[in-house]
């Protein structure tokens, strides 16, 4: 695959469409098979309490998957992301009640870099029940 957006198209400032990605206890479980994280805090509430969480919460690596998913779909090549780091701020809590919780992401372009490579970074914002989630969180693309 190659980049489909431009490096001389974009500008810093330039937003990226925002998304927001439902996350369910199916969710969570499918996410524990294909990781291989089968940490009781992701899926059993008894135990999530006992340690002093409000409820089941979602892994950091899915809410960090799914929060990059704004730069691979605007970019349109998973594989342009050069480099992809983030702070975990709050946890994504998954209430058992038929509806889950959802992770509000949106991006902008902060910087054009001035490397050759025709590389942007990317800042990202994900936030979940009114909270942010994710801090610090940017990626360097390079577009086509």
Do not use: C
């Not at 038929?98 to 992770?103: F, K, L, N």
Request: charged share 25%.
């Amino acid at each position: 695959m190659v980049a489909k957006v431009a490096y001389d198209a974009v500008e810093a400032g330039t937003e990226l469409p925002a998304q927001s990605f439902p996350v369910t206890r199916e969710t969570l479980v499918r996410y524990a098979g294909a990781s291989g994280d089968f940490n009781p805090i992701h899926w059993n509430e008894r135990f999530a309490r006992e340690v002093g969480l409000p409820d089941v919460i979602a892994h950091g690596m899915f809410t960090m998957a799914e929060a990059i998913r704004v730069v691979t779909d605007w970019v349109g090549d998973p594989g342009a992301v050069v480099d992809y780091g983030v702070r975990f701020t709050k946890p994504v809590v998954v209430p058992d009640d038929g509806t889950g919780a959802v992770i509000e992401v949106s991006g902008k372009v902060a910087q054009k870099l001035d490397d050759g490579a025709r590389t942007v970074r990317v800042d990202l914002t994900a936030t979940s029940a009114g909270q942010k989630v994710l801090g610090m969180s940017r990626a360097v693309v390079r577009l086509a």
